[in-house]
């Protein structure tokens, strides 16, 4: 029998080939980010950035705020309103607020004087303050669960639950302090017998004064700028690692560059902390530049693998030229106003602005905006050409250096003409050295299990000891900085407690199941609690931990 049944083809439908379909989109969640981008996606980054730009304001516009001075004034003051503060967070990303946590830290304070009163006619229970404090935190967990209680069984908002606990724990502050003391406030915790043992826990002082470090492993100075440069030195290291492929083999031509880079940024920098004046900081500074760039690059060469020699055309056209030509525009201008106006007048121009405030603001605003155009420019550019972004991004580094060393030649101030420019010009040569190492070795645009946990040990690694350098920096004095300073500068403990806190309820809402819990139920409560997640007993002890704290 025929297979032509006239009616198809039979041998066509067997081996003509189905239509082609279009690939499937990439998911763009799945897509591989490098550090920057990791950073800058994290919901926290925003209030990071505007914590940093009030605390620059406050660097830039004070002589004191940027000392070690100043920031034991903000700190001491921050400490215990931080550790409320924390807990408070954490309870509102659980998606509930509570008004009683004032009321709670008065209440508290006053139950435990309270509690170690001598009996008598107007007296309290004559505890010991090993007793009275843990009664204490008992009464704070108990206040914590009635609130998550009934804000559960209730499912009233917590702004109304919270609000009637402040008013009954300020009543009965009121009412118990006329009851057992006949006053509406109580007094008496130093009577304890064993005061002295709890204060040293609580209340006790580090005074910086009394501790001097001039000679131990070369000083103070000497240690803390080691241990900043190890840190930076580790956390370009990690950031290398997480954003560039790595070579089959090392090369060893790498390491000869890496070494004398090295060599030439060491001595740049100790010429320029040892040195004060136009000539030197440009000679010094040029010096570091180039012993930085020279060993970043000797180091990629050793390790990491180089990009294909097709570098594309540059291209400065459409929104990229435009971005690129109103950028650079904006900065010259800035300069040159800069330049322009005097920088010492004090003739009021308006409400509240002078002439030396308008060349602040006019030289900043539009140097930084410019900037910004330009890096956009350059991310624009990567997109279609690599040698287009290279120069864009070359082009905005050098344009940031020469706003450096104009800051340099007119501030009058050592720390405008040290402190400020060794920050800008690290950060033109970190865009310099990201152009050179974008354009001449290959980005990775994928997980790598090995070389993310070199890179993220790296980066963990540097930022501690770029912090344990700081609290040297903080905690210790020299006898030559105490002949030119005057006061005695005190760091309580609470400040100490405050770090501490913070740094593992950030561990705990990050890393662990509790913190992704917290998550969840401030995100969608009942949803959180189909998938399994208990949510209303996390919520009540977030409301316990804020009573706590």
């Known amino acids: 029998m025929s297979p032509d049944l006239g009616l198809f083809d039979v041998t066509a439908v067997a081996t003509d080939p189905p239509p082609a379909q279009a690939a499937p989109e990439p998911d763009e969640r799945l897509a591989y980010r490098g550090p920057i981008q990791r950073l800058l996606v994290r919901p926290e980054i925003g209030a990071m950035i505007g914590a940093f730009v009030i605390w620059l304001f406050f660097w830039l516009v004070s002589d004191v705020f940027g000392t070690v001075a100043g920031a034991n004034n903000y700190m001491d003051v921050s400490a215990t309103l931080g550790i409320m503060a924390v807990a408070v967070a954490l309870l509102m990303i659980g998606g509930e607020f509570d ?70 724990l300020r009543g009965a502050k ?135 020699p097709d570098p594309g055309r540059l291209a400065l056209a459409g929104t990229t030229g435009r971005n690129f030509g109103v950028g650079v525009l904006l900065v010259v201008a800035g300069v040159v106003l800069g330049m322009v106006m005097d920088s010492t007048s004090d003739r009021v121009l308006g409400f509240l602005l002078t002439v030396q405030g308008l060349r602040a603001i006019l030289f900043g605003g539009l140097v930084i905006f410019g900037v910004i155009l330009l890096m956009l420019a350059a991310r624009s550019a990567g997109e279609s050409s690599s040698v287009t972004q290279f120069t864009i991004t070359a082009v905005t580094a050098a344009l940031v250096g020469g706003v450096t060393f104009v800051i340099q030649a007119e501030a009058a101030s050592r720390k405008f003409r040290a402190e400020l420019f060794a920050i800008l010009l690290l950060l033109a040569l970190a865009l310099l050295v990201s152009a050179l190492l974008r354009f001449r070795f290959e980005r990775r645009g994928f997980a790598d299990d090995v070389s993310d946990r070199i890179g993220r040990l790296a980066v963990m690694a540097g930022l501690a000891l770029m912090l344990l350098a700081t609290l040297i920096r903080m905690l210790y004095s020299t006898t030559t900085e105490l002949e030119t300073i005057t006061g005695r500068i005190t760091w309580r403990v609470s400040v100490f407690y405050f770090l501490a806190f913070t740094v593992v309820s950030t561990w705990v809402l990050l890393r662990t199941r509790f913190g992704s819990w917290t998550f969840a139920v401030g995100g969608n409560k009942n949803a959180s609690r189909q998938v399994g997640v208990p949510a209303a007993r996390t919520k009540t002890q977030l409301f316990i931990v804020v009573a706590l704290a």
């Open 99 to 168: 008004l009683s946590s004032g009321a709670m830290t008065g209440a508290t304070g006053m139950l435990v004087v309270l509690l170690v009163k001598e009996t008598g006619e107007f007296g309290g229970a004559g505890f010991p303050l090993f007793i009275a404090i843990p009664l204490t935190f008992l009464f704070a967990v108990g206040v914590g669960w009635v609130n998550g209680t009934l804000v559960e069984r209730t499912s009233l908002p917590s702004f109304i639950v919270t609000l009637g606990t402040f008013f009954v």
């Open 174 to 308: 009121l009412g118990f302090a006329k009851l057992f003391t006949d006053k509406v406030i109580v007094e008496g915790l130093n009577d304890a017998p064993d005061f002295e043992f709890w204060n040293n826990f609580f209340g006790s002082v580090w005074v910086r004064n009394d501790h001097l470090w001039d000679s131990f492993l070369g000083g103070r100075d000497l240690v803390f700028t080691a241990l900043l440069i190890l840190g930076a030195v580790a956390l370009l290291a990690g950031l290398l690692e997480l954003s560039f492929v790595r070579r089959g083999t090392a090369s060893g031509a790498g390491l000869p560059v890496v070494l004398v880079g090295a060599a030439a940024a060491i001595g740049g920098l100790v010429g320029l902390v040892n040195t004060d004046g136009v000539t030197a900081n440009w000679t010094w500074g040029g010096v570091m530049g180039v012993g930085i760039v020279a060993a970043t690059y000797g180091l990629a060469m050793w390790r990491y693998q180089p990009r294909s």
